[in-house]
Structure formats: C-alpha cells, structure tokens
C-alpha cells in the first residue's frame, strides 16, 4: 500500500468507506455487497463499518444496480439492494475512506476535493487488489458481456478482502 491513510484509520473505531464508479449501478454497489458480506461473516455486528456507494454521474439515481450485475452477484451469493445516487460534496465529510474504481472516477473526485486533506482520502480500488492481473483499474463491465461482470467480480472480492484485512485490527 502506497498510501498513508491506511495506518490512521486502523486504529479508528469506525470506518466509514465509500465506494465510487460512474453510473453506481455496476462496480461500486457490487463493491459494497461484496465488502458487506465480508464484515457480516467477520464481525458480529459489524458496527465499525459503515459503507456506501456512489456515482460520479447521476442519471441512474434511485435505480437498483444493473440487472447483469445483480444476476452474477446473486450467483455468488451477494444481494445488491442499493440504491443509485450521485456522489456528493458532504461525502468528503462523512467518509474517511473514498475509493474509485477507475481513473476517471479518480480525476472526478480529485476535482471536487475542498481540501488536501480530502484528497487523500481518495485510493483506487486496483491499490487493494492482489491478484496477478493486467488491469490497473476496474473495467467498466457495461457494454461488455458477462466476463466483464465476472471480471469485476473477481477483482472486488480479491480487493475487498484486502481491504478488509489491512484495515482490521491485529
Ligand atoms: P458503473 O457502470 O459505473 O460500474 O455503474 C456504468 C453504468 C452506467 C453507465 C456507464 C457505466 N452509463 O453510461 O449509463
């Protein structure tokens, strides 16, 4: 991890994670049920975690995630209620953690960050993942068929796992 954040927020009692892609119908809500499902199986509880997702563009707000989406996450067992909103301002000051899925996404948040401060908050998705893989971000699945979901898929549950195991306590 390149990042200097993480450290601080181990030693915090609440983490609050937002995950962020463009429409939050396909990458960052799976995101979410993905890192869910592992607090749920993890910590009875859950109660330091809080996690959200959301888009950088908001023509898909109050959607549920993409029905492919939602049909590969199902087979894996996650089931993606969230709702599509667009991301906002006010997420700089309620998550401590911000986590785009692609460089786009990244340059988006970037742009909006009122403070430094802010900005480093904000770590792509790829950081967390291990996997030996030729991506250095998370391919937007939505014109692509159902590899591409699995792709995803595969990507954030190796991240989400990682992300969880460097932000647990020893
Ligand atoms: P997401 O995928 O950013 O992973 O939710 C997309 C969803 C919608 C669109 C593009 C990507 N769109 O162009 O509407």
Known sequence: MTTDIIPRLKSKDEIRVLFVCLGNICRSPAAEGVLRSIIDSEE??????????????????????????????????????????????SDFDNFDLIIPMDASNE??????????????????????????????????????GSEGFELVLDLLEDGCRNLYETLSRP
């Not at 330091?48 to 109050?62: E, K, L, P």
């Not at 492919?68 to 089931?79: F, I, K, L, S, T």
């Open 44 to 89: 009875a509880g859950g109660k330091r975690w809080i996690v959200d997702s959301a888009g950088t563009y908001g023509g898909h707000a109050g959607d549920l995630p993409d029905k492919r989406m939602r049909v590969h996450a199902q087979r894996r067992g996650y089931n993606l209620t969230h709702r599509s909103r667009q991301f906002r301002q």
């Open 107 to 144: 340059r988006n948040l970037k742009s909006m960050a009122p403070t430094v401060e802010d900005e480093n908050k904000i770590v792509p998705m790829i950081k967390f993942v291990k996997m030996a893989t030729r991506y250095d971000h998370v391919p937007d699945p939505y014109y692509e």
